[in-house]
């Protein structure tokens, strides 16, 4: 077995693992990234839309400042996000963008003089001025006071993980592709690396190192119908969960974007919407504007799903062979707009559903999209419970994002919480050495070849991985979706239980040699039913409406009993996780109130640490 | 009902010696709007579990997906079934090492040319995080995106008779990665050392210009426009070179 010996090692190569591998090669130390595919190909390529800093460059963005965007981002988060980790974030966000264009993004700049935009349909005149001539320019995204999503095109996640992934090569950072972790070497108390499976043979290997970084991404495959990459099925989280010790935060908070196609769920952008996009009913006519008067087509996604979802379920989807949908209309943004700043828009409906948005509308439904939940950590991204054990990016609850996250901040989160998580691990790393101990090695590396002997043999049984993984998938899609309720929830987790007792019982059809892509997914499916059942039953347990988390049978927010973090490990043998919760923030600079759109009743909360919630804020 | 596909697909598992390279048939009814995506899954969880191929976004944006599809190589995941004929074939890109079936290591591949083209910004400027940033026009940053575009999926490497025949060959993205750089007043190389990269028959003087890179582009970068500026460039460098040499106070008449 090949043993790989380093300072840091970052599993996931995607912006976030890249970004703390630059800070940490940066300051010298010895650093491997692993990636279950080239690390350009991470999911963070796939982003389209752009990147939120507060430049104020632009007219439209004029006046912005870190303290709007912070507020944005708490109002965003339902008051569910931690206040230190958003500050910090939205202070640093600027420096991050503007570090990104110095390493090369080609970000799209301000051109001076007169130009149109669109909201709601309608054309507006705006002047961009003469001294802001060649800036980083942005554009509208949901749920911000001012534009300030910075963007290439609709390209931005792709170009930034180029030149990120540049980078990573100029500094000579090693990448181990095609390296799959399956399970953390751990003694109880620190962290030493991890087992991974080579998939290009199929070999064990042991990666011993002073930090660990879980970077994974999301765990939207979970969901049957998810916006995400394939390859998003939570493998960091399992990597913590199965620790026993590190708890996954905020499980239950997990968004849904307005405009998945139908019906393969590829996402377009929240940018058809910023310049100006509407969404249309069956009877060619827009709607979000009745439920949502002021922001409209760009409330928060939470809302906006909702008021679909709302409106479809009243009889005004279009029907379609996949069910019900809606229309996105871009066409009144013209061949000109939509061929350059929305071309990979354009490519989509054309390529995968045969539609020209330039002529024609595009069919839209809400589908699963981001895991604000992850890894719970520190606002330095020490994970809780196991020293030498970090996280950052969608893997991580780091926690800026709340109970839901605004377009364009995940790529700012990536990028800044790699930025400062990696500066900190740097800062961790000077002088400390970690005791390998080889017992704890071999007994984790014995487990994990044992494991697999046990699938190849079929000694727990026969059942088909994709199987069980379908189920997996309807179970959450019909019980944890867009709108929750007691009844659904409750089903969900028992479904989840039997199918859970399933996952114990899988084994492989095929035997070959070296690269098995069955046991890839036979070795994570546990773990993904206990991801599961972490969000179906973390989700019952909350009586309470907020940001993503929308419970039909408690329509409003609870900030009284239940301002707080739901944390959920799983002890071994158990078939349900246990729930723990702490406090969002102890910092509450900006008190709870409401967020301005997506009208809701709250309950205020009576703590006298949460300052100023007798007096609520109002907008 | 959809029509009958018959699928003859390329199977090898170079990790087994008893494994021999063949061809394999699979057949599929088509659905609506079914691609090689939606097919090459469905054969794997209904028929055949081994069965190695690559996918990532399933939206043609992260290059995973490349692969010969009767003949011609293209993405897998933006190929719709209905605009092929009922016999379909899937051979891995040529080229590239192959890792089993229809998987290959682009990986290492593009790791070692975007080292080789030192694909990053090269600058003796240190980033200043409380200064502004440097301005650049729109219509710059335009052109640089168009360029940046590519997604190194390796069709283009796979098209071209060149790398086919010499494994050293650079091929057409790299070319349009030096490209770019050239383009970017933000790295500070010289002409000559992009030369220094490209010169000799690995480089922009050994491709035929036969241009099968360009056809096959799924994102349809303008290959051949950055293949004749480099020519051009390449060309009045090499020139400038020799004269450096023969003129008075170059290398020659320094013997
Ligand atoms: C379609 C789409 C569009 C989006 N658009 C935007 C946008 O416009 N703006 C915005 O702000 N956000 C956007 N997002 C969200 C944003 O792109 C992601 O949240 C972000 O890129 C996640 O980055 P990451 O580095 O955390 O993870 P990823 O980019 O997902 O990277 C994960 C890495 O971990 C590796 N990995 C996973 N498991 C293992 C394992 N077991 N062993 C080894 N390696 C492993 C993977 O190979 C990969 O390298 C979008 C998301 C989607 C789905
Ligand atoms: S033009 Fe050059 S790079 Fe393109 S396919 Fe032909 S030989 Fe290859
Ligand atoms: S230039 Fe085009 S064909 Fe070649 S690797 Fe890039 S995207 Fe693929
Ligand atoms: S799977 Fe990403 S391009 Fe095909």
Redesign the interface.
């Known amino acids: 077995m090949d043993t790989f010996y380093t300072d840091l090692l970052c599993v996931g190569a995607g912006l976030a693992g890249e970004r703390v591998a630059v800070a940490a090669a940066s300051e010298g130390f010895s650093t491997i990234c692993l990636s279950i595919v080239p690390p350009r190909r991470s999911h963070s390529s796939a982003a389209q839309g752009g990147m939120q800093a507060s430049l104020g460059n632009c007219c439209m963005g004029e006046g912005d400042c870190p303290d709007v965007h912070f507020a944005d981002t708490v109002k965003g988060s339902d008051w569910g996000c931690d206040q230190e980790c958003a500050r910090l974030f939205a202070e640093t966000a600027p420096i991050a963008v503007r570090e990104m264009a110095f390493w090369g993004i080609p970000w799209n700049r301000v051109v001076a003089g007169e130009g149109t935009y669109y909201k709601g349909g309608k054309q507006y005149q705006k002047i961009e001025k003469k001294e802001m001539e060649g800036t980083i320019t942005a554009r509208d995204f949901g749920g911000t006071a001012k534009w300030r999503t910075c963007y290439t095109s609709d390209g931005t996640g792709h170009t930034l993980l180029f030149t990120m992934d540049n980078k990573v090569v100029e500094l000579g950072v090693t990448v181990h592709d095609r390296v799959d972790a399956i399970s953390l070497i751990h003694d109880g108390e620190t962290c030493m690396g991890v087992v991974a499976r080579d998939l290009k043979t199929g070999n064990l290997r042991a990666y011993l190192a002073k930090a660990t970084l879980i970077a994974t991404g999301g765990y939207g495959r979970t969901y049957r119908e998810t916006t995400n990459a394939v390859i998003n099925d939570g493998s960091g989280v399992i990597l913590a969960l199965d620790t026993g010790i590190v708890p996954f935060g905020n499980p239950e908070a997990v968004q849904f974007h307005p405009t998945g196609i139908v019906p393969t769920n590829i996402l377009v952008t929240e940018g058809c919407r910023g310049d100006g996009g509407t969404l249309k009913d069956v009877n060619g006519e827009r709607f979000m504007h009745i439920y949502e008067p002021g922001k409209q087509e760009l409330a928060s996604r939470d809302v906006v799903s909702r008021w679909m979802t709302h409106h479809i379920r009243i009889g005004k989807g279009v029907p379609s062979p996949y069910g019900p949908h809606l229309w996105l209309d871009i066409r009144h943004l013209g061949a000109a707009h939509i061929k350059t700043k929305l071309r990979d828009v354009e490519e989509i409906c054309n390529e995968f559903l045969d539609v020209d948005p330039i002529t024609q509308m595009i069919p839209v439904r809400p589908a699963q999209h981001y895991s604000m939940g992850g890894v719970r950590t520190n606002k330095d991204g020490a994970a809780y419970g196991l020293k030498g054990l970090f996280a950052a990016g969608e893997a991580a609850c780091w926690d800026m994002h709340g109970f839901n996250r605004l377009g364009g901040n995940s790529l700012a989160e990536t990028i800044v919480a790699g930025k400062i998580v990696g500066e900190k691990i740097a800062e961790f790393l000077k002088g400390y050495e970690v005791n390998i101990k080889t017992e704890v090695v071999r007994d984790a590396v014995n487990k994990q070849e044992a494991r697999i002997a046990a699938l190849i043999a079929g000694r727990d049984g026969k059942e088909s991985v994709y199987a069980v993984r379908n189920a997996i998938q309807d179970a959450l899609m019909e019980g944890v979706g867009i709108f929750r309720n007691e009844a659904d929830l409750k089903k969900a987790v028992d479904t989840l239980q039997v199918v859970y007792e399933r996952s114990k019982k899988v084994g492989i059809q095929s035997r070959v040699i070296g690269v098995n892509p069955e046991v890839a997914m036979a070795l994570r499916i546990q773990g993904m039913c206990r991801i599961a059942l972490c969000v179906a039953y973390a989700a019952l347990q909350r009586t309470e409406s907020r940001g993503a988390h929308a419970r039909e049978d408690y329509p409003e927010r609870n900030d009284r009993d239940w301002l707080k973090r739901t944390l959920a490990t799983w002890k071994e043998g158990d078939n349900l996780p246990t729930l723990n919760y702490e406090k969002p923030s102890k910092v509450w600079e900006l008190p709870p109130g409401e967020r301005g759109y997506g009208v809701a009743k709250i309950i205020y909360s009576e703590d006298p640490e949460v300052i100023g919630s007798s007096k609520p804020a109002t907008n | 009902m959809g029509r009958p596909l018959k699928f003859s697909v390329f199977r090898f ?4 010696p008893t494994s021999v390279p063949h061809m394999e048939t699979f057949h599929l009814e088509e659905t ?2 079914m ?1 090689l995506y939606i097919a090459l899954n469905r054969i ?2 209904e028929q ?5 191929f ?11 997906c490349a692969m010969m599809i009767n003949g011609r190589p293209d993405l897998a995941c ?1 190929t ?1 079934t209905k605009k092929l004929p009922t016999d379909i074939t899937l051979l891995p890109l040529p080229v590239f090492k192959l ?2 079936d229809l998987s290959v ?4 591949w ?2 070692a040319m ?2 080789k083209v ?4 090269h600058t003796d ?1 240190t ?1 200043d ?1 409380k ?8 219509e ?3 052109e ?2 168009e360029l ?2 590519c ?2 999926c390796g069709c283009c490497v796979a098209a071209c008779g060149k790398a086919n025949i010499n494994n050293d060959f650079m091929g057409a993205t790299a070319f349009n990665r030096i490209a770019r750089f050239m383009l ?1 007043p ?2 500070n190389r010289k002409t000559d050392e992009y030369f220094d990269v490209l010169r000799g028959d690995e480089g922009i003087f050994g491709c035929l210009g036969l241009l099968g890179c360009e056809d096959v582009c799924p994102k349809k970068i303008p290959l051949q426009d950055q293949l004749g500026m480099l020519r051009r460039k390449m060309g009045f460098a090499s020139i400038r070179h020799l004269f450096g040499r023969i003129l008075p106070g170059g290398e020659e008449a320094r013997k």
Do not use: V, W
């Open positions: 598992n170079p990790l087994d609506d709007a691609t794997r969880e055949d579990p081994t069965l190695q690559d996918f990532m976004c399933r939206a043609g944006i992260c290059g995973s933006h719709k890792i089993g290591d682009t990986g290492s593009f790791r975007n080292e030192e694909s990053y910004i400027k980033f995080p200064a502004p940033e440097e301005r650049m026009s729109n710059l940053a335009e640089i995106y940046e575009r997604i190194e970017d933000r790295d």
